[in-house]
């Protein structure tokens, strides 16, 4: 037997074959077994799992699985091409079903977005316009569900049963008056219902009539990077103006004294709003373009330097209130930045809390402010005066006192 006989024998082949897989999975039995007793812990993949790179490489990997799929599956219409055989896979019938999963797929979807996402909503307004914008946005939600589920079962379904079976010639049909009519004036007619919706709850909220027994709490809100500053009016009910070109290390919102109202503005770490009451934001920014964002109350309004914007709303519901309607103990009203402002934009939000009208009073009576001593000096305001302490009374004399009351008590009796 010749050699290249001997290495074309389909047993010696085979032979081969066993040969070369027996002595390689010894092999890697005895490396695993040797790693097995030298690695001491697993390698943690965490941080490999967080590069681009991982992914990137992954993406790629599944780029090239599927050209390799796609090159054998030419290779095999066309090894039976050049042996006129039939061809081995109808790609009709697969895109037919192909477009039948999507169309299950697609329908799970919307039930899971519903069931699952639907859960992480926020919860009900806590504002009287929130509830117009919540009406909004649950008729928009429903109409565009109904038209994509419609949509789907159309399309997925009609190329599905319509696939081309090569029994049946495609109708050409080119135009019909009647469908182009219902389906341009009927979408029309359901965009303009929905444009007018938000105009007119676009005018409700910016165009208020002041009730002159219900005057709305000014707040004056600041944006800079990466912080939010908050002034309230003080007793006087009305936030003094303000100047960029005035702000200084002291001054840093700008406060323009020479104003009466800014001399007791008041400044807090957080938002406090007695419920029911109208609250009119007043918004600044001091450098670039932020966005104040308070999702429970359904407001959102950009702070832009260099204009003033403004803000009325209603809130409806307390804190503690919306904590037994979310069944939450922690949960806690915010405003925060909408808008990507710099790398400590995570870091612009503050608590705002709704409470009653007694307990905003006792709040609003504890905070300071703005004008502090600094800012009387560099302005040149009196400085006022730190209160005297109270000259302490002697014990003993009060007991004197007492005694002698007593005594002259017990005369008169006698």
């Not at 918004?283 to 309004?301: A, C, E, G, N, W």
């Amino acid at each position: 037997m010749s050699l290249r006989k001997f290495i074309s024998n389909k047993t010696i082949a085979a032979l081969a074959v066993i040969l070369t897989a027996f002595a390689s999975n010894s092999a890697f039995a005895q490396a695993a077994g040797a790693a097995a007793e030298t690695v001491a812990k697993p390698v943690d993949m965490g941080p490999v799992y967080k590069t681009v790179i991982f992914y990137t490489m992954a993406f790629l990997l599944l780029c090239l699985f599927i050209a390799i799929i796609g090159k054998a599956l030419k290779v095999y219409e066309l090894t039976r091409e050049a042996q006129d055989k039939p061809k081995g896979i109808n790609w009709n019938t697969v895109n037919g079903v192909l477009f039948a999963l999507f169309l299950i797929v697609g329908l799970y979807g919307v039930y899971w977005e519903y069931t699952v996402h639907g859960k992480m909503i926020l919860p009900e307004a806590a504002s009287e316009h929130g509830k117009k914008i919540d009406q909004m946005f649950n008729i928009t939600l429903i109409i565009t569900t109904i038209v994509f589920i419609a949509t789907h079962i159309i399309l997925f379904a009609f190329a599905y049963f319509y696939k081309n079976t090569g029994k049946r010639k495609a109708y050409y049909y080119p135009h019909n008056n009647a469908l182009e009519r219902i389906w341009t004036i009927v979408p029309a007619l359901v965009l303009t219902v929905l444009v007018l919706m938000g105009f007119l709850t676009w005018r409700s909220i910016f165009y208020k009539i002041e009730d002159p027994n219900n005057k709305p709490l000014s707040i004056e809100i600041t944006s800079s990077q990466f912080s939010w500053a908050i002034r309230y009016p003080g007793a006087d009910g009305i936030v003094g103006v303000k100047n960029y070109k005035l702000i200084n290390g002291v001054n840093q919102l700008g406060i323009d004294f020479k104003d009466k109202n800014t001399l007791d503005d008041q400044t807090a770490d957080e938002m406090v709003i007695p419920v029911n009451k109208p609250v009119r934001l007043i918004l600044t920014s001091k450098d670039v373009l932020h966005s104040f964002y308070m999702p429970h109350f359904r407001i959102q309004l950009n702070t832009v330097p260099g204009m003033t914007s403004y803000f009325e709303f209603t809130p409806t519901i307390t804190t503690e209130e919306m904590k037994a309607k979310t069944n939450d103990p922690k949960f806690a009203y915010l405003f925060l930045c909408a808008k990507i402002c710099g790398e400590g934009h995570y870091k612009m939000q503050k608590e705002v809390r709704v409470v009653s009208q007694a307990e905003y009073e006792a709040w609003v009576k504890k905070q300071g402010t703005y004008l502090t001593d600094d800012l009387r000096k560099e302005f040149n305001l009196p400085v006022t005066a730190a209160p005297a302490p109270a000259a302490a009374k002697p014990a003993d004399s009060v007991a004197k006192d007492t005694s002698a009351v007593k005594t002259n008590q017990l005369a008169l009796k006698k």
